[in-house]
Every structure is written in C-alpha cells, then in structure tokens.
C-alpha cells in the first residue's frame, strides 16, 4: 500500500486542509506514515504570512532534495500560500517538486473529491471546518489576498452537512474557519450572515460546542454578538486582532476601522457575554512606527486586559502594498524590543486572569494526551491538564483547578464528572 505525508506549518485553514487532503489519500488507498522517508507521496503545506514561516518551509523543500535525488520515483507537491501565481519561478527555484497546487485545492491529477469522501473518517473530538475562503479586505501588509483570492463561502446546507457528518463520525466542538468569518454568506444567494449559520448548527444533536475565527473588527456586527450571547453551544471565546493601538499605524495597515470603534466593540462584547474570553493580535515594527505609537498598543492592551495576545514583529511580504510602498525601517533589535515588551505585560495580565479560576470548576472537553495527561480546553478556550486513568478522549469532564500559570491550568477530575 503506498503511504503518504503531509507537512503542514500555519494557521487553522492549513491545517484543516491538510486533514481533509489526508482523508481524500487514504480513500484513494494511500496510508498515512509519520516520516517523509517512508513516504511514496508527500506534500509540503506551506505558509509565508510571516518570513520565519516561510523560510521553514523553504527550508524544508531544500532539506527533501537529497531524498527525492535517492528516490526519483518519489512524489513531492507543494500547496499553501507560498504557491502564487508565478508557477514558472517556483519551478525553476525548485526543479525537485513534482507539483504545485493552491491552497484550499487538491493534486491536480485528482479529481475535485464528494464532501464524505474528504471528511477525517477519525477525527478529533475538535475539529475545524472551513466556511468562507479568501479574504477580500487587502491589508497593506498581507499576503492572503493574493493567494487564497476573494472571498468564496460555502452554501449553509453544506456545512450543515457536513457538520452533522462530523459530529456522527465522534466530534463533539467544530470551529468555523475563514481569513475573516465575519464576511460570510455575503457572495451566497439569500445573504446569511455568520450569526444564521450559528443559528443553524446551534441545532444539531450531539454537538456541544461551536467556535469562530477569525473576526475582522470592521465587519463584527452586533446581530453576531448577539448570536454568541443566546446560542447556548456557541463558546465564550472571541479572537478578535486589533493590529495595533495608534490610529496612524492602523491607517497605514489598511485596517479599516479606528482604536475608538475597535474599544467600543469590546465594550459590547463584554456587556452582552459576562465572563467571554478575548484573545487578539498584534503586530509590532510596522514601517515608520514610533515609539509614541508603539506605546498605544501598549497602553491599549493594558487597557483592554486580554486573555491572550498573538504579538508578531512585521516583516515585508513580497507583492503587498506595504512592501511596496513602505520602506521597512524599525531596526530588527528594536522590533524584538518591543515584541519582548509585548509578551511580558501579556504575561502578567495572563497569570492574573487565569489565577482568579484556582480552585473553581470548569468544563473541559478532552482532546488528547500530552506526557502522560490529558489535556482539553474550557468553552473559553484556556488549556487545561489533569491525569486520569480511565479513557477521557472526547469527554466532557469536570476539571477542579488546582495549579494555574499563564498558558495553562492543571486540575483533577470531579468524582462522577465525565459525559
């Protein structure tokens, strides 16, 4: 039986794809292997949001050289955003790879595979489900515009369906996916909204919980967080990036929306979902930034006192509009300055949120083991550790914290707990 690997760095979307690729393989009667030396088919699932991403994933293809160079016959394909539209360059930077696919498609000698037949036939307890693709926003600084494309949403019945199918193969939490959620159904026939497809899936037996990401602050409507607050399987856990703190810097990233809209919709948020968890992103160093500026991201996330903070330093992607018309002129010594920052105020006001749960209850569902414990998330999706003998996998379990630390809780199992 031939066997297959799948590499994959980047956001939920890579991954998802990934796993429905995999699924696809396995139908045609490939197998999966944990090695790319073991693998007669493998294909690299690439990201270059940022350049660290992109330089492990370039890293990779160059280090499969010597492999295919031993096995000729050996099939190597690329997808992800670092395939674009300039397939020529790509295949003469790297003559060893057999095929380019874009991301979100499939090898092209398949053809387009029925929804069952790409779903996970295992899947995880919790599992992503992509909605909308592409992203029609153009941020100066990103490049998922120009591989992912515009925005293209899935009919509601399919994902219906495609939930259901889910949740009878053991899946209990789906998280809804697209470069920006809050667009959905915009380009479909009758216009539903993200909160109608929440409506929809909120419906479903068997399913416990429902997330979304990511959210664009510009596009959040108060019909979505009003949604959030009725539909009892939707989870108190919103990822919603603000980018930076200063208005200047904002506008210069294209964002679309000012610190005052963005610190009224978390005001909302928090007045309709008592207790919601926020996490966001930002991104520090971006061209021309000034100390002032950066401040006001600082003082911002202060202010706001976020669960959790994905902070990156900027770094030009060929082909956008900042890098073409912005000079990247922070010093890479003051960028990681000012990321370091960053992640030590986010540190402190983590500790101090998560130490308010020491000795309270929570809901965890069980997504796996790690060391020797399981692990799963609360419907506000902290981390959560316990050890248990019994078999918890997928398992909604009453978790008593006991040990907190800004990235994770450690707890024991309430007697008669699990369901």
């Known amino acids: 039986m031939p066997q297959y690997y799948i590499w994959t760095i980047g956001c939920q979307m890579n991954k998802a794809e990934s796993e429905r690729l995999g699924s696809c393989l396995e139908q045609l009667g490939y197998q999966a292997t944990t090695t790319a030396e073991a693998a007669d088919f493998i294909v690299l699932n690439s990201c270059v949001v940022r350049q660290s991403a992109e330089n492990r994933a370039i890293n990779k293809l160059n280090a499969l050289k010597s492999l295919k160079r031993s096995r000729p016959s050996l099939t190597l394909a690329v997808t992800g955003c670092l395939v674009n539209s300039r397939l020529d360059h790509l295949k003469k930077s790297f003559p060893h790879v057999d095929y380019f696919f874009k991301p979100g498609d499939y090898p092209p000698w398949i053809e ?109 409507s108060p019909k979505l967080i009003d949604a959030v607050a009725c539909l009892d399987k939707v989870c108190e856990h919103i990822c919603l990036p603000v980018q930076s703190g200063s208005n200047d810097i904002l506008k210069a990233m294209r964002r679309g929306y000012t610190v005052e809209h963005y610190r009224q919709l978390v005001t909302r948020i928090r007045s309709k979902l008592p207790g919601v968890a926020l996490s966001t992103d930002v991104v520090v160093g971006f061209p021309s930034e000034s100390t002032p500026q950066f401040q006001q991201t600082f003082n911002l996330l202060s202010e706001l006192r976020f669960d959790t903070v994905h902070v990156a330093a900027y770094s030009p992607r060929p082909g956008t509009i900042a890098s073409r018309s912005l000079e990247d002129n922070i010093p890479p010594a003051e960028k990681r300055k000012r990321l370091d920052k960053i992640e030590q105020l986010q540190q402190g006001i983590a500790t101090e949120i998560n130490a308010r749960l020491l000795g309270k209850t929570v809901e965890v569902l069980v997504e796996g083991k790690k060391k020797g414990k399981w692990q799963g998330r609360t419907r506000t999706g902290k981390l959560v550790f316990f050890s248990n003998n019994n078999d918890c996998l997928g398992q909604l379990v009453k978790i008593r914290i006991e040990r907190t630390s800004p990235w994770a809780l450690q707890g024991k199992v309430k007697a008669n707990s699990t369901n």
Do not use: W
Request: net charge negative.
């Open 112 to 220: 387009k595979p029925e929804l069952n037949s790409v779903l996970p036939l295992h899947p995880s307890p919790s599992t992503f489900v992509p909605i909308i693709q592409g992203c029609d926003n153009f941020c100066s600084y990103c490049i998922v515009p120009y591989r992912r494309g515009r925005e293209r949403s899935r009919p509601v019945e399919e994902i219906v369906c495609e939930v259901k199918q889910l949740v009878h193969r053991g899946v209990k939490e789906v998280t809804l996916l697209g470069q920006n959620v809050d667009s959905y159904g915009h380009d479909l026939p009758d216009q539903p909204d993200l909160a109608d497809l929440l409506t929809e899936l909120n419906t479903i037996d068997g399913l416990a919980r429902l997330r979304f990401l990511t959210n664009h602050p510009k596009d959040m």
